[in-house]
Nanobody
């Protein structure tokens, strides 16, 4: 599956931004979808994930209550709505697709994801 992330940009602290990820090439609903982020000089870390039907979501503690993941299987898209943004949220954000088993902590591990988008930069100014 091919993934294309979009929606990044520059936003002030406290603001909101919505990222989107469009998928093509395979049956989108076959995949768990995850969002990860990578700040300069740091590892790529888990932000959140959504199960195949969209009925369940999982978040890193650092974004819980501020970020919301949703998906539209009819449109082959997954979104990351980010609110109350902080400077420490500054990173390149990646969407990823996983065809494996839905289990924790497995889906928080970037190594289990099979396909990745190209990333979109989010910069939060203080």
């Amino acid at each position: 599956v091919q993934l294309q992330a979009s929606g990044g940009g520059l936003v002030q602290a406290g603001g909101s931004l919505r990222l989107s990820c469009a998928a093509s090439g395979r049956t989108f609903s076959d995949y768990i979808m995850g969002w990860f982020r990578q700040a300069p000089g740091k590892e790529r870390v888990f932000v959140g994930a959504i199960n195949r039907s969209g009925s369940n979501t999982y978040y890193a503690d650092s974004v819980k209550g501020r970020f919301t993941i949703s998906r539209d299987n009819a449109k082959n898209t997954v979104s990351l709505q980010m609110s109350s943004l902080k400077p420490e949220d500054t990173a390149v954000y990646y969407c990823a697709a996983d065809r494996g088993m839905l289990a924790l902590p497995r889906i928080k591990d970037r190594r289990v994801y099979d396909y990745w988008g190209q990333g979109t930069q989010v910069t939060v100014s203080s």
